[in-house]
């Protein structure tokens, strides 16, 4: 009896994928939740029908679609690409909601997320440490979606975690917002800092990447990092970003464009913080 036919080969893969499936949803329920939830209740916002809103978040939708195509045209000329495909932009009425959606049970108020092909808004973003961050919110998580979609899901991943987040900050100017920038230089020079990698994971763990630090200390020292790169040398750094948006290798490139290498150039970083 032939047991290694095309269809035992795929059946036996079927039933793995089904048990490895399985397996993660008992781990990380939290998923099953996100990918199963509705959006039918979301409302089209009358002046962009991307725009889509909760009940009782027709005011944070009504700021959301003024600044989108400002949002929009800022990203695609920072980034040096354009979108692929047509998104969705989905406004939410709550932390939780939101936070059910990215299937993510964070005490830190996330307040915007990019996540399979459409972005999404939590009133966060609205008031974060007292301030109305929207139109960065928004900036930040455009940036994210368009790396995705120029990438796809696997080459994504492999662009380290502080460059996706100090990259998106950079051109928000957001991230790390209540942190003072001395607080953060005193913080990179102890070696509290994230962990500078020079590829990122597929299967990788933000929490490990940030190395013990803060959420929002994370963002101030991963933008401060990236501003540093890009005021470096601006010109090589959008060939670098040109070369890693089509799916070139991201330290490989970074080396040829920037003429260091990634740790190299975190040594001059903290080199050049410690002499001011």
Known sequence: MKWFTTKNVFMILLLMTILL???????????????TKSKDHFIEHSNNSRILYEPN??????????YFPIALNIIKEKQLKTFLKPFNVY???????????LGENIQFPIRGT??????????SAFNFEGLDTHKETLKHELS???????????????IPHWFHEGFGDYLAGSGGEGIKEENA????????????????????????????????????????FVTFIVNSDSLSFNTFLQNIQ???????????????????????????????
């Not at 499936?21 to 990918?35: E, G, H, K």
């Not at 994210?144 to 492999?158: A, N, S, T, V």
């Not at 070696?191 to 490990?208: L, N, T, W, Y």
Request: aromatic letters at 16%.
């Open 114 to 123: 990019s996540l399979r092909g459409d972005v999404y808004i939590a009133p």
């Open 91 to 101: 406004v939410c009425n709550s932390q939780k909601s939101h936070n059910e959606y």
């Open 21 to 35: 499936v399985t397996l993660f949803i008992m781990v990380r329920p939290n998923y099953w939740t996100a990918l």
């Open 144 to 158: 994210h979606l368009l790396f995705r979609q120029q990438l796809g899901f696997f080459k994504y991943r492999k």
């Open 185 to 224: 230089i005193n913080f990179i020079l102890s070696g509290k800092h994230f962990i500078v990698q020079e590829e990122g994971e597929i299967f990788g763990s933000f929490p490990k990447v940030m190395n013990g630090i803060s959420y929002r200390m994370f963002h101030k020292q991963a933008k401060m």
């Open 57 to 66: 978040a027709k005011e944070y939708s009504d700021k959301i679609a003024d």
């Open 246 to 276: 089509e799916g070139n290798n991201f330290s490989k490139s970074f080396q040829e464009e920037m003429n260091m290498s990634i740790s190299d150039m975190w040594t001059k970083f903290t080199n050049q913080l410690d002499s001011n």
